[in-house]
Structure formats: structure tokens, C-alpha cells
């Protein structure tokens, strides 16, 4: 079983910058995606950014020019870096990886316990 351990969140004023970190506590063998989804209360989970296995990224439109997604394959490790925040980015954001483990014919979705982020006017 992966844990995927998400750091960063936190209470920042509007204007100001979050960097989010989300490392496996297994290494995958094979990963198909990563990336970032967030949730606010009431609403459905969407996606913010993420990093398919060829290297492309996908990057909503609401975050498009403010956010930027990283990884660092070796240490099975992605970012969220968060610039210009906005009121409107107040959600818990969740940390995803689709993949399969080593000696596994199986791809399983993984989930990280989410981190809450905050944005002040």
C-alpha cells in the first residue's frame, strides 16, 4: 500500500503564495499520473493540475498563469507551487496518483488525506 503525505497548506493573505508538497511513502514502479484535485465545502472535487507519465500537464483554467505543477521522479515527489492567491482557491486540496507498485499487474488510484488551504481577503 502507497501513503501519499501532503505538506504545505496553510492560512495566507490574498496576493500571497503557498508551495504544496506530496510524497509517496512507497516508491511506484509505474506511474501513469500525479497531480493535484481540491475541494471546497458543498462542492465537487476538481481537478487543479497534474503531470501525465509522458511529462505534459494539464492546468485548469481557474489557476492557469498562477499555479505550476513540478515533480522530482526519483523521490516520487510532486508540487504545487501557488502564486497570486485568490479567496476563490479556499478548498482542501488533495494530493492523486494513479499507478502500480512493483511486481503488480494492477494500476490503483491513490488519495492523500488533503490539506487545507485558506486564502484571506
Known amino acids: 500500500q502507497v501513503q501519499l503525505v501532503e505538506s504545505g497548506g496553510g492560512l495566507v493573505q490574498a496576493g500571497g503564495s503557498l508551495r504544496l508538497s506530496c510524497a509517496a511513502s512507497r516508491r511506484f514502479f509505474v506511474i501513469n499520473v500525479m497531480g493535484w484535485y481540491r475541494q471546497a465545502p458543498g462542492k465537487q472535487r476538481e481537478l487543479v493540475a497534474n503531470i501525465i507519465s509522458g511529462g505534459s500537464t494539464n492546468i485548469a483554467d481557474s489557476v492557469k498563469g498562477r499555479f505550476t505543477i513540478s515533480r522530482d521522479n526519483a523521490k516520487n515527489t510532486v508540487f504545487l507551487q501557488m502564486n497570486s492567491l485568490k479567496p476563490e482557491d479556499t478548498a482542501v486540496y488533495y494530493c492523486?496518483?494513479?499507478?502500480?507498485?512493483?511486481?503488480?499487474?494492477?494500476?490503483?488510484?491513490?488519495w492523500g488525506q488533503g490539506t487545507q488551504v485558506t486564502v484571506s481577503s
Open positions: 492523486y496518483a494513479n499507478g502500480r507498485l512493483s511486481g503488480s499487474l494492477s494500476f490503483f488510484d491513490y
